[in-house]
Nanobody, 125 residues
Framework: DLVESGGGEVLAGGSLRLSCLGS?????????MAWFRQAPGKAREGVAS???????AYADSVRGRFTISRDNAKNTLYLQMNTLKPEDTAMYYC????????????????????WGQGTQVTVSS
């Protein structure tokens, strides 16, 4: 299971750090991991990904503001979000898969087979 935490409500310009615990996952380090988000009425979109080699990918809308990282010893994935904007408001999900996606597919929702329940992030202006 993947369990997200760390969401909340912040003012624009603020920061949040999301966590995703891979409970019961053996060999967490071999998994490709990613963060996605979904705002009401919109499709789920990829935010950031990190693979077993710690290669990362970011959506253009968050590059330079968000940082994805992982601590394999703790089976935990992180998303540090800085300079938050109201348009970052969404439910944030973590996802995993044992396959390393092609570079062009790292933020494709179809590349990930296991999903958490999500944590809500609300940014007010």
């Amino acid at each position: 299971d993947l369990v997200e935490s760390g969401g909340g409500e912040v003012l624009a310009g603020g920061s949040l750090r999301l966590s995703c615990l891979g409970s019961g996952i053996r060999f967490f380090g071999v998994y490709s991991m990613a963060w996605f988000r979904q705002a009401p009425g919109k499709a789920r979109e990829g935010v950031a990904s990190i693979d077993r080699y710690e290669f990362t990918a970011y959506a253009d809308s968050v590059r330079g503001r968000f940082t994805i990282s992982r601590d394999n010893a703790k089976n935990t994935l992180y998303l540090q979000m800085n300079t938050l904007k109201p348009e970052d408001t969404a439910m944030y999900y973590c996802a995993s898969d044992r396959v390393v996606p092609a570079q062009s597919e790292r933020l494709n929702v179809d590349q990930y087979s296991t999903w958490g329940q999500g944590t809500q992030v609300t940014v007010s202006s």
